[in-house]
């Protein structure tokens, strides 16, 4: 079992991933900015907890420091940190650009970096979380889009660099998950349905569906994969949508 860190472990994914690796027996660091949500989170799991600042990559190697000390093992890591902007380029401002890389690019690259220097002695594996918009043209999604192609592109050259250190890196690409992040639109009765009409399984995803995925790619048991951007989408970014039952 991995002893993992997750950066974003108070979001609704990142919460459902601590639970699921939680009741796996195993340990996690849970990592965020809000300390209040943190702590309410530490005593549910008996876990521990750290408040980062996320504007540098250093407090993301301290983290990583710390749970390595604290529980040695087969080292995990998952950033489940992310944004949604839902406008045209026409219409995003240049700090609303720059918010959504940082959210979204910079603290992946910030995991990548912090894993890449504290795991290579050991192997390990790491998750990022990319989106169905990076794969699939879908309008509206041209910042997070652009944020989203480049962690899957981060990935892809990072699994290629720590491959020889047994670091595996690969990247979960959700379409529409119910989570606070997509809230306005799930409650919304009429856009949860043209929603979910873009998903060929024709409903949204569930956290526990990306948990279940995050945990296993955590698994040193899974030591196969590397370099994969996996869509874990109800077929969104590959299916077309269903017009009707088949006959
Ligand atoms: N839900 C979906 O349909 C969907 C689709 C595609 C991709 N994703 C990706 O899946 C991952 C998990 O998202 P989610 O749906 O679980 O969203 P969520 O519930 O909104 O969680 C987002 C997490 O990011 C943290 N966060 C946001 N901005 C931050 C910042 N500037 N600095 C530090 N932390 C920040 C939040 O912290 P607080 O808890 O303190 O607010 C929260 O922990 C994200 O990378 C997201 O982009 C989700």
């Known amino acids: ?41 530490a005593v549910e799991l008996n876990q521990p907890f750290v408040e980062i600042d996320f504007s540098t990559s250093r407090a993301v190697e301290d983290a990583l420091q710390t749970q390595f000390e604290r529980c040695g093992g087969y080292a995990g890591l998952a950033n489940c940190i992310g944004s949604l902007l839902l406008k045209p380029a026409h219409s995003t401002t240049d700090d609303e650009f720059r918010e959504v890389i940082e959210t979204n690019l910079f603290t992946a690259f910030a995991a990548v970096r912090a894993a890449g220097k504290l795991f290579r002695e050991r192997g390990g594996s790491i998750v990022l979380f990319a989106s169905a918009a990076a794969e699939l043209g879908i309008q509206n999604h041209e910042a997070i889009a652009a944020a989203k192609g480049g962690v899957i592109g981060l990935a892809r050259s990072a699994a290629a660099t720590y491959a020889p250190y047994n670091l595996r890196v690969n990247v979960i690409c959700p379409g529409l998950v119910r989570t606070q992040l997509t809230q306005r639109i ?8 043209n929603s979910a009409d873009l998903h060929a399984l024709g409903r949204l995803g569930d956290p526990a569906h990306v948990a279940s995925l995050a945990a296993w790619l955590l698994d040193p048991a899974n030591d196969w994969i590397t370099g994969q951007a996996i869509g874990l989408d109800g077929g969104l970014s590959r299916v077309q949508p269903r017009r009707k039952s088949a006959t």
């Open 186 to 193: 799930w409650e919304s009765t009429a856009a949860a349905k």
């Open 1 to 41: 079992m991995a002893s993992t860190v997750i950066l974003g472990a108070t979001g609704t994914i990142g919460t459902a991933l601590a639970r699921r690796l939680v009741a796996d027996g195993g340990n996690v660091l849970l990592a965020g900015r809000n300390e209040a949500k943190l702590s309410a989170l």
